[in-house]
């Protein structure tokens, strides 16, 4: 049986690296609002550990003919788990999970935790983005200013201060850190207080990500899976927005060719195809054999006066090597009429009443129709939503492709 997980603190939980490391209270409250929502992606048969099994019965009730019959599990649950599928591994969740009396073969080593650990630090995207550069350097069947990206990993004050300076406007990342989070935006200059920030991380984090300021356009991520075993798989595009922080919001759930079309506009059908082969030879050569999940390489589309179309592709902002949010968008589009399109979104709501009362009135004025069991419009809840729900998972599902024009607007 398998055991799927929502932890969200997954990229706090590993930017701290503390066993005992005790997550935000916004976090906490996140994972046990969204616990239930690997039931859409679990397997029959498999298990799925929920903050609340009256909570998570009545979202099954609600969908039962879509979702497979599963369990749910708690820290007393007696279930033989022989696969542990969590949001993202971490050495608290490691920790975690063996207090509460799961066997140390279903879980990672501590050698497999420390290499997950490293590769999950966005010096790996720096790597990534170096060795796409070279290589796209030396292939002359793609316009160079259809391009752009470019990332240095700084060990010393030193090196961070040249970085800063060489360019009008950057941005600082630490290796490690939330989303959204560990981010700086720099003016040319190393002053306080971005210095005092740069120092503070490289004196806890060891090194420092500068690369400089993007006009961005568009948000999107490419999927995959790896197995593991040297082996990684294309598993979709991801279309999705972020606020003005870089926290995200929301995806785009559509058919395959139908995301790819909105994207098309702005990147060129080579470019993509060539920086999709690129990865999945990279990824497999280089996380494959180390890695087990599913992993998402977030992109951008930067306007450009360079390129002749006004538009150039970030091919690698972040690797996030964990399940995504633009992951389960892929996931939730097996369950949409063909001519349908959604937006899956997580929204936060401060006033639960507030989410309560705007839950019930899109229940109402968005009612579900399906054809052959699949969505083909309305409100779509996926994660219970009770007295006390600060967080909603759902999908606003039309006909139509509105959805997919928003993107990129």
């Known amino acids: 049986m398998k055991l799927f997980l929502f932890n969200p603190d997954n990229d706090l939980s590993l930017a701290n690296g503390d066993v005992n490391f005790i997550p935000p209270r916004s976090a906490r409250i996140m994972a046990s609002n969204l616990s239930a929502l690997p039931m859409w992606w679990a397997d029959e048969g498999d298990a799925v550990c929920v903050s609340s099994?009256?909570?998570?019965?009545?979202?099954?009730?609600?969908?039962?003919?879509?979702?497979?019959?599963?369990?749910?599990?708690?820290?007393?649950?007696?279930?033989?788990?022989?696969?542990?599928?969590?949001?993202?591994?971490?050495?608290?969740?490691?920790?975690?999970?063996?207090?509460?009396?799961?066997?140390?073969?279903?879980?990672?080593?501590?050698?497999?935790?420390?290499?997950?650990?490293?590769?999950?630090?966005?010096?790996?995207?720096?790597?990534?983005?170096?060795?796409?550069?070279?290589?796209?350097?030396?292939?002359?069947?793609?316009?160079?200013?259809?391009?752009?990206?470019?990332?240095?990993?700084?060990?010393?004050?030193?090196?961070?201060?040249?970085?800063?300076?060489?360019?009008?406007?950057?941005?600082?990342?630490?290796?490690?850190?939330?989303?959204?989070?560990?981010?700086?935006?720099?003016?040319?200059?190393?002053?306080?207080?971005?210095?005092?920030?740069?120092?503070?991380?490289?004196?806890?984090?060891?090194?420092?990500?500068?690369?400089?300021?993007?006009?961005?356009?568009?948000?999107?991520?490419?999927?995959?899976?790896?197995?593991?075993?040297?082996?990684?798989?294309?598993?979709?595009?991801?279309?999705?927005?972020?606020?003005?922080q870089g926290a995200y919001q929301g995806n785009v759930v559509a058919k395959e060719s139908v995301k790819e079309t909105r994207l098309f506009k702005f990147v060129p059908e080579s470019l993509f195809r060539m920086v999709q082969r690129y990865l999945l030879e990279w990824l497999s050569v280089e996380v494959g054999s180390i890695y087990s999940g599913f992993l998402g390489v977030d992109m951008m589309v930067c306007y450009s006066e360079k390129s002749s179309t006004g538009y150039a592709l970030h091919p690698c902002v972040e690797i996030n090597l964990r399940m995504t949010m633009g992951m389960v968008s892929v996931l939730l589009g097996r369950y949409l009429a063909p001519d349908s399109e959604a937006m899956f979104s997580v929204d936060f709501f401060s006033d639960t009443k507030a989410l309560h009362d705007q839950h019930e009135l899109r229940t109402r004025t968005h009612p579900v129709e399906s054809v052959d069991g699949q969505w083909k419009k309305g409100y779509v809840w996926l994660t219970p939503i009770g007295c006390d729900t600060h967080y909603r998972a759902s999908l606003l599902v039309e006909e139509g492709d509105a959805c997919s024009q928003s993107w990129g607007r």
């Open 53 to 244: 099994i009256s909570e998570a019965d009545v979202v099954r009730k609600m969908w039962q003919d879509r979702l497979p019959k599963l369990h749910w599990w708690t820290e007393c649950s007696d279930y033989a788990v022989d696969t542990v599928c969590p949001w993202g591994w971490n050495p608290m969740l490691r920790h975690k999970l063996l207090r509460s009396g799961l066997p140390s073969n279903v879980l990672l080593t501590d050698e497999q935790m420390d290499s997950y650990r490293e590769l999950s630090g966005r010096q790996t995207a720096v790597r990534l983005l170096a060795d796409f550069n070279q290589y796209a350097a030396g292939n002359q069947g793609v316009e160079q200013a259809l391009c752009c990206g470019t990332s240095v990993l700084c060990h010393t004050e030193t090196e961070a201060k040249d970085a800063v300076e060489r360019h009008p406007q950057t941005m600082l990342k630490a290796p490690w850190s939330g989303s959204g989070k560990g981010l700086r935006f720099g003016r040319g200059e190393w002053a306080s207080p971005l210095s005092g920030w740069g120092r503070n991380v490289l004196r806890e984090q060891g090194a420092l990500v500068v690369e400089p300021f993007y006009d961005k356009a568009a948000d999107l991520a490419m999927e995959f899976h790896s197995d593991g075993r040297g082996t990684v798989v294309y598993c979709g595009l991801s279309l999705f927005t972020t606020n003005v």
